[in-house]
Each structure stands twice: as C-alpha cells, then as structure tokens.
C-alpha cells in the first residue's frame, strides 16, 4: 500500500513477557519515528531514525525499549518484560525529511494484563 | 521542563462558525510548529507546518498563526462542517541537526453540531 502499516493492530499479553511491535514506512522516506499515545493523552516520542545516522532514543522510557530499523526500512519496537503502564497505542510515523510532515501508520494497540 | 498546553476541555461550536483552537508553550524555541487531526481509532493526519518566520498560513478553510514572542499559535476553521468533529493536535519540531522528533499538546477535541 502507499501508507505506513503496523502490525499487529492489536496486542495483549501478560506482564513479563516480550512484545515486538512491526512499521514499514512509506517506501523512499528516510525518516521514521516512533510515538506512544495512552488513552487521553497526546502523542510521547519514543525514537526516531534518519538514514544511517545514529538514532535519537531520548525518549525511550526506559532500557526494556528498543528499537532497530533494518535496511532503511523496515522498523521493530521491542519491549522486554512488559509492564500494565505499558498498555498504549504504540504508533509509527514516516517523513521523507526530518521536518517535514509525518505520515502515521494506524497504530498498534498494546494491552498488558 | 518544556510544556505544551491546548485547551483541555471540548470545544462544541455551530456548523457555519468559525472554530479556533489554542496551542500555547512554555520553555521551548521551535522551529516550527505542525497542526494534525486525529480521529477515534486512527493515527493523526498531517494538516499545517507554519515555520518560526511565518507568522499565518491558509490552506482552505484552515488558518494557522503563529507568534514566537507570545508563544502561542491559533488554529482556525471557517465555515465549520460535523465532518471537521476530531481531536486537533499541535505539535512542536525543533532546530536542530539530529532529531526530527516533534512534542506533541494533549490535543483539542472539536465537536461540530449541525
């Protein structure tokens, strides 16, 4: 498709276990961002990617998240041993510059038991 | 520690009127700033980037301003429509050489009655 996808759409687990959540940009952008939305609340940064720089993880909440883009593309968020306060909707966003407008996937929504 | 504040109650206006959102912040120099609608269930959707040296930006009926000395920027809608109902986010993007990352308000739900 021409949009950003994510899957799952939807994800429950138990506390403790491991979750990958999966982004594939839109083909050519360089630039991809992942955000946390909880429910109410607006948009949290977690990481962003630009091309072979070094990504900027200053808003990954703690060392349980990672996140790693292969090839230029496609992009996996990790979250070791998940928490209940970990339960939002993990969102995915790609740009063709930094700057310029992002283009957000759908979301995935995750929900930790 | 830098703070982004829109209005944080539901804005309901008439259909036809013009509906005006705020975004203000605090402790923070952006380089621009980006406007996103965003419905129930979706991921937001890009609508306006106004830069620091602008100081208004139209693109239909929507109209963004943005004032650096008073650190706010105010979203319009004319001639609002039911359809224009969603959470109106602003957003911040800053100078700099290795981050794109943009802070985002809590957003401001509009409800459009006909």
């Known amino acids: 498709g021409a949009g950003v996808s994510q899957s799952p759409s939807n994800k429950v687990t138990e506390k403790g276990k491991d979750v990958e959540l999966r982004c594939d940009p839109i083909?050519?952008?360089?630039?991809l961002y992942w955000y946390r939305q909880s429910l109410g609340q607006g948009l949290e940064f977690l990481i962003y990617?630009?091309?072979?720089?070094?990504?900027?993880k200053s808003g990954l909440p703690s060392d349980r998240f990672s996140a790693e883009r292969t090839g230029g593309s496609v992009s996996t968020l990790t979250i070791q041993r998940t928490q209940q306060e970990d339960s939002a909707v993990y969102l995915c966003?790609?740009?063709?510059?930094?700057?310029?407008?992002?283009?957000f996937g759908p979301g995935t929504r995750l929900t930790v038991l | 520690s830098q703070k982004i504040e829109q209005n944080s109650e539901a804005l309901n206006i008439q259909e036809g009127k013009t509906a005006t959102l705020t975004c203000n912040y605090t402790?923070?120099?952006?380089?621009?700033l980006q406007w996103y609608r965003q419905d129930p269930g979706r991921g937001p959707v890009f609508l306006l980037l106004i830069r620091e040296n602008e100081k208004e930006k139209r693109k239909e009926r929507l109209k963004v301003t943005f004032d650096t000395t008073l650190k706010q920027s105010l979203f319009h809608i004319t001639a609002s429509q039911p359809a224009d109902s969603a959470t109106y986010l602003c957003?911040?993007?800053?100078?700099?050489?290795?981050?794109?990352?943009?802070?985002f308000g809590q957003g401001t739900t509009l409800q459009v009655k006909p």
């Open positions: 990617f630009q091309g072979n720089s070094a990504p900027d």
């Open positions: 957003a911040l993007g800053k100078r700099s050489s290795n981050t794109g990352k943009l802070i």
């Open positions: 966003a790609s740009s063709s510059l930094r700057g310029n407008e992002q283009f």
């Open positions: 402790n923070y120099s952006p380089a621009y």
């Open positions: 083909s050519g952008h360089t630039a």
